[in-house]
Structures are given as C-alpha cells and as structure tokens.
C-alpha cells in the first residue's frame, strides 16, 4: 500500500471483493450449464484436469491473499511480512510448475522434487537477492537474514510439496502457504 500511497487498509477491501466475485463466478460455473460452457470455452485450457470439478487455483490464491491482507492489518512489519510470504509463495509455485512439467523426473504424490528444487531456489534467490533491493521492503523490516531466506524458501518448497490433509480432505496450497510462510516471517523478525 505505501507504493501506491494508499492506506494500510486498503488491500482487504479490495483482495475480498476480488475473492467475493470469484466464488460468484465458481458458483455460477457449476450451478449454470450455459456459463459453465463461456467460462470452459474462454479459460478451460488454463484449468488443471481436477479444476473442471473443484475450486479454481486462482481462487484459492485470492483467499490467501484475503487472509494475508487482514494479517497486514497488524502494522508495517505484518504487511511487509504478508508481502514477502505471498510473493515468494506465488512465484516459487509456478517456478515448481514450470521446472517439474519440464523437467521432472523423480515423482513425489502428483509433484516432482526437481519442481521443489526449482521453488526452493526461486524463493532463496527472491528473498536473499530481491528483497533487499526493494526500499519500501527494507526500511521496514531491516536486514534479511540468510538462516531466515532458508527457512522460509524451505518452508515454500516442502508445504507446496507435501500438501496438507484433513482426514480425506486434501488442502489447497494456495490458501494456506502463503498464510503460513506470512506468519512464519512474522515469528522470525526480531520485534
């Protein structure tokens, strides 16, 4: 928010309008055949195969986002923390897509660890080389230490590779990395 000289506030309200209109959306896709088909025609071949019947990623990442706009909430250190731990998440998984769809070749579930490897490392590169350039980043939270550009890389890569279940039920890793990763951040910066 303070790039865009907005107030600290200004993301929840915008992220849970972004998230309202997406559930709109989902429901419309799978209570509507008519918009069901617009929407397979217009985005279907951006779906993952278990999307045509679930909750888009896309989705998913708008909740985590809420979730992590409302965390920001709690001061400059929150946002800049929400800030990191999105950023690394969103980036370090599509770095697992692309490397292990090209090349992936040792299978863990429905991931690939040469995926991981490349989430692990986008992530480390982001936090330890990145960040750090970033002024509106580093005046507030202050140096990144790199036992703590590890930790959350590492964090980012093994939650997005080993998903989290409830029972049968399978979280998505979009809603929750990046809430993890944020409070993580949070418990790592020295107050």
Not at 157 to 178: C, K, Q, S, T, W
Request: contains cysteine.
């Amino acid at each position: 928010p303070g790039l865009l000289d907005l107030p600290p506030w200004s993301p929840v309200p915008i992220i849970g309008a972004m998230l309202v209109l997406s559930l709109v959306v989902e429901t419309l896709r799978f209570r509507s055949p008519s918009f069901a088909l617009f929407f397979g025609k217009s985005f279907g071949s951006m779906l993952r195969a278990e999307e045509t019947t679930k909750l888009t990623g896309a989705t998913y990442v708008f909740g985590g986002s809420f979730l992590c706009s409302l965390i920001a909430l709690q001061g400059p250190v929150a946002s800049a923390a929400a800030f990191l731990g999105l950023s690394i998440f969103i980036l370090g998984d599509a770095a697992a897509a692309l490397v292990g769809k090209a090349i992936g070749r040792i299978r863990i579930g429905d991931k690939t660890l040469e995926g991981s490897l490349g989430c692990f490392a986008l992530c480390v590169f982001l936090a330890a080389v990145v960040f750090p350039r970033l002024p509106a980043f580093t005046d507030v939270w202050g140096e990144l230490p790199l036992l703590h550009v590890v930790v959350l890389s590492a964090l980012v890569a093994v939650l997005e590779l080993f998903p989290i279940r409830l029972g049968r039920v399978v979280l998505n890793d979009n809603l929750y990395v990046p809430v993890v990763t944020t409070l993580v951040a949070l418990a790592l910066h020295p107050a």
